[in-house]
């Protein structure tokens, strides 16, 4: 199958990786000695989660969460259709969510609400790869983020479109 589609490069893998050495070198002097949980939002948030854990020297435990706010196609509907969680428990535990974008805003808060409804956490921080802030509809930001990126449906490196681009080492943009 052929990806009919043009794709142009916004980040290239160097890049990526670039920007991750250095937020990896900020939450090392955050949190140093400190345990962390990395909460993976799957699946979008996959390949960032992996490269910045293997950068990270405190000790590290991984979750993975799954839900979403996409049916398909390239617009956020903003609600949460489907949910899937299995955590630990992150009682006093020093907790990072960590996401490949955010958009709108509704998963950002749908997950922080969800983890301090269940858990009494020692301290809980919101991660993003990508902001995308023109999108936002709630008041809510990411306490660490990599890029802020234009209104653009954004693929590659975990991001998908209807599933397809998920493997790409960098980061691209469909053209309309
Ligand atoms: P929000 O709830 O609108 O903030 O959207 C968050 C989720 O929508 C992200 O975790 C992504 O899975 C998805 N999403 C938002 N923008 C994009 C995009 O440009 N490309 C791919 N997925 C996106
Ligand atoms: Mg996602």
Redesign the pocket.
Known sequence: MTNEKKLNILYKEEEIQAAIHKLAEKLNDIYANEEIYLIC?LK??VMFTVDLAKRLTMPVKMEFIRL???GSG?K?S?N?NSVNISLSDLNNKNVIIV??????????K?LIDYLKSNYSVKSLKFCSL?D?KS?R?LDINADYYCFD?DD????GYG???DEQYRNLPYIG?IED
């Open positions: 939002v979008g948030s979403s706010s996409y390239t956020s903003g949460i996401e490949d974008i955010i958009d709108t805003g509704h998963t950002a749908f990508l995308k999108r509809e990126i653009k449906f954004i693929v991001l998908d479109l943009y």
